[in-house]
């Protein structure tokens, strides 16, 4: 099932992916991958939904979580106070490509008491590699 | 690739930082798409104005609240400076510059003000025998009242304890007195604390301002009114008159000469003999202050004692007079022998059995000379015998445990309640023979003395008729059942050296009579019995 909202989900609701006009979230091969629309401005309602669409998604259990934001223009300094509450991703994997992405990436990571392990990279297989040495301890 | 060297961006980023740097936080700067080196320095640096930006903000926003706090705590500061915390009302800083602030306008054609000043009068009882928390809802309470009896250009102020003073602006002699006498009025309803109610009065003075006075002078105009207010019994309004000032200067030089007095052997005691009336053998002396003034000579107690209770002296007066009567105790028991029955009495204030310590001084001083307790008696005046005021409860329990005879004076003068005959821990009563005077013809005087008599016997007292001047009345004293008597037919007031020669004796005599009496007769000394008694007969 694929829903495009513009609204935060209901509990009940039941996913495998969820998307609006800033981001997409599925889970693939147990592994949470979040992926932001190219050109967007990440600002603090946006962020909020994205995290509610990767609580509902895996509301079951805690996941290890790819973010993609190669093209994200900019995040508000109000979403990155979103990236401090623990949500459903037991790891997180930031994943860019640009010198933009690591500035942007590093400013997320510089947010004091991440919620749980969190690391930037260029390589999504280095980025699921480190995923599952995290997950496996 | 653009070269970095000539890439336009980096012209940009440069009036970006000078922007910034400028004091405009919200410059930003539009990353390229193509998200190189130049973009990620370009989005660090948006990334970087937002943090500054954020911290300013939040930096400004506590500046603001502290601000607004700063200038709170000044305005309360400003509150607390002026005004009385307990009652709201202006402070002596705010009164003098509401009175200032009055002169002035006096300067320029209004009419000079008139100040009130008010002083509660028996607030300490009040304080001592329901507690200071009550005593202050008092003085809440009478803040209230003067609120409500003054116009809106007056000012109220606390100057501190139970004073209080008003200015009136711009106001004439009729209509201060007008505002003076509401005051009194209001003031002399009683307080309801705590379902009891507590009788409150004021002494208040008036100052009706001249052009030109300056608000110090009419401050202390109007506290000199108001102590003739006070000297005029209380509870009334008394307007600042110049000769006033001549009776307080003599009252300060004399509150002076008064705290020297004891330390340059100024004080001392004459003792009066008590009588058995069957057999006229002394059983006993009553203590009474003198003040040998060396301008004005013998002073009577009447013509100070107001004065040292007023201005706290009292406490070191009664103890003198304590430390001196145990002391000529031990010498008249040094030579008399143990089955001679007799007592010296020494008169105390209301205010000296309040004050804490009073049981534990009179003993220690007892044990110091070796006078058992049973040989002292105090006098205490009816008039501050209640009930219902715990303080004195205890203390005359206290000094009875001591084994010291505690007797009331002036019985049956001034109202004294028939429930201190009862209730309170004392052994005697004394009765003013001029009291029984005053009862119409012979045989309702008889009837009326008897009731006196009877009724403390009834309770167990022993009671002493003060003031018989002849044989007659000694007769009919002795006629209508009096044990004890006091007065100038037995002997008038003579130094510690001659009344031990009529101890010896047994009777005073004629010694006693023809000892040295006071300048000015005897019963002048009509004042108070503060730690000092008046002599005893009405006559001289």
């Known amino acids: 099932m694929r829903y495009r909202w513009n609204r935060m989900p209901d509990d009940n609701e039941v996913m495998t992916t969820a998307a609006n006009d800033d981001v997409t979230v599925a889970v693939v091969d147990d592994v949470i991958r979040l992926r932001w629309t190219e050109g967007v401005i990440i600002s603090e309602p946006a962020a909020r939904i994205a995290a509610a669409y990767v609580n509902q998604l895996s509301s079951d259990r805690r996941r290890p979580m790819v973010v993609d934001m190669s093209l994200t223009a900019a995040v508000t300094r109000q979403a990155r106070t979103v990236f401090l509450e623990p949500g459903a991703a037991s790891c997180i994997a930031l994943l860019g490509r640009s010198p933009v992405d690591r500035v942007i990436a590093n400013f997320v990571l510089g947010v004091s008491n991440l919620p749980c392990p969190t690391r930037f990279f260029t390589s999504e297989t280095a980025a699921l590699e480190w995923l599952s040495s995290v997950a496996t301890g | 690739m653009t070269d970095p060297v000539e890439d336009p961006r980096l012209n940009q980023l440069v009036d970006l930082i000078v922007e910034l740097a400028s004091g405009d936080l919200a410059a930003r700067m539009t990353p390229s798409p193509a998200r190189d080196t130049i973009d990620a320095v370009i989005t660090g640096i948006n990334l970087l104005a937002d943090e500054l930006n954020a911290v300013y903000q939040h930096l400004e926003a506590r500046v603001r609240e502290r601000t607004v706090e700063l200038a709170q705590a000044q305005e309360s500061l400003q509150r607390l400076a002026l005004c009385d915390a307990l009652t709201g009302l202006a ?52 803040a209230d009242r003067l609120r409500g009896v003054v116009r809106e250009t007056d000012t109220i102020g606390r100057l501190g304890g139970d004073e209080f003073a008003i200015v009136l602006p711009d106001t004439a002699e009729g209509e201060a007195m007008r505002v003076a006498r509401r005051a009194l009025l209001a003031l002399q309803v009683p307080v309801s604390i705590g379902g009891r109610e507590a009788a409150v009065s004021a002494s208040i003075g008036l100052r009706i301002g001249l052009r030109g006075q300056d608000g110090e002078t009419l401050l202390r105009d109007a506290d000199i009114a108001m102590y003739r207010a006070k000297a005029q019994g209380k509870s009334n309004v008394q307007v600042f008159e110049p000769s006033m000032h001549h009776a307080a200067q003599r009252r300060m030089e004399l509150l002076g000469e008064l705290s020297e007095a004891i330390d340059r052997e100024e004080l001392c005691l004459l003792y009066q003999p008590i009588v058995r009336l069957i057999d006229g053998r002394i059983v006993g002396a009553e203590a009474l202050l003198r003040w040998e003034h060396t301008r004005e000579g013998t002073m009577l107690p009447g013509a100070f004692l107001t004065l040292a209770e007023e201005s706290g002296l009292i406490s070191d007066v009664g103890r003198w007079i304590i430390v001196s009567a145990v002391r000529t105790a031990r010498d008249w028991l040094a030579e008399l022998t143990d089955d001679v029955p007799f007592r010296l009495h020494v008169n105390v204030s209301a205010g000296e059995l309040r004050r804490s310590g009073f049981a534990e001084f009179l003993r220690t001083t007892l044990v110091e000379h070796a006078v058992p307790a049973s040989r002292m008696a105090l006098e205490v005046p009816a008039t501050a015998l209640r009930t219902d005021e715990p303080v ?127 300048p000015g007769g005897s019963a002048a000394d009509s004042g108070e019995k503060i730690g000092c008694g008046r002599e005893d007969s009405s006559s001289a």
């Open chain 2, 91 to 142: 402070n002596r800083s705010l009164l003098a510059d509401r009175i200032g602030q009055a002169v002035a306008r006096a300067e320029r054609g209004a009419l000079p003000p008139a100040v009130i000043l008010i002083d509660l009068d028996e607030f300490k009882v009040i304080n001592d025998s329901l507690g200071h928390s009550a005593g202050d809802a008092v003085l809440v309470e009478i």
């Open chain 2, 392 to 518: 004195i409860l205890h203390v005359l329990a206290e000094l009875r445990e001591l084994g010291v005879g505690i007797e009331i004076d002036d019985f049956g003068a001034g109202g004294s309640p028939l429930a201190a005959l009862r209730d309170l821990p004392v052994d005697g009563v004394k009765i003013d023979r001029a009291m029984i005077d005053r009862v119409g013809d012979a045989p309702a005087r008889q009837r009326f003395a008897r009731a006196m008599l009877d009724l403390a016997g009834a309770v167990g007292l022993a009671a002493v008729i003060q003031g018989i001047e002849t044989a007659e009345q000694r007769a009919e004293m002795q006629s209508w059942g009096a044990v004890m008597g006091q007065g100038y037919f037995f002997g008038r007031p003579v130094p510690e050296a001659r009344l031990i020669e009529i101890a010896r004796t047994g009777t005073p005599g004629p010694i006693g009579r023809a000892a040295t009496a006071p």
